[in-house]
C-alpha cells in the first residue's frame, strides 16, 4: 500500500493523471480530488506501490 498527494493546477489535469492512475498504471484503492483556492489536490491510496519512476512523470507537485 502507497499513500501520495500531489499538488495539481486545475481538475482537468486532476482527471488526466485519475485516469492515467486508473487505465495507463492500473491502479486501484481511493483518490480524492480536493478543490484548493486556485489549486486542485489529489490524494492517493493505492493497493500498489508504484515505482520512484512512475511517481516522477506524473503531473505536479508532491505534496
Known amino acids: 500500500m502507497q499513500q501520495f498527494s500531489l499538488l495539481l493546477e486545475s481538475r ?3 482527471d488526466q ?3 492515467m ?4 498504471l492500473s491502479i486501484r484503492g481511493e483518490i480524492e480530488v480536493i ?5 486542485v ?5 493505492s493497493e500498489k506501490d508504484l515505482t520512484p519512476q512512475q511517481l516522477e ?7
Open 21 to 24: 492512475l486508473w487505465d495507463k
Open 12 to 14: 482537468e489535469e486532476a
Open 35 to 39: 478543490p484548493l483556492e486556485g489549486k
Open 41 to 45: 489536490k489529489l490524494d492517493v491510496i
Open 17 to 19: 493523471v485519475v485516469s
Open 57 to 63: 512523470k506524473l503531473p505536479g507537485k508532491r505534496a
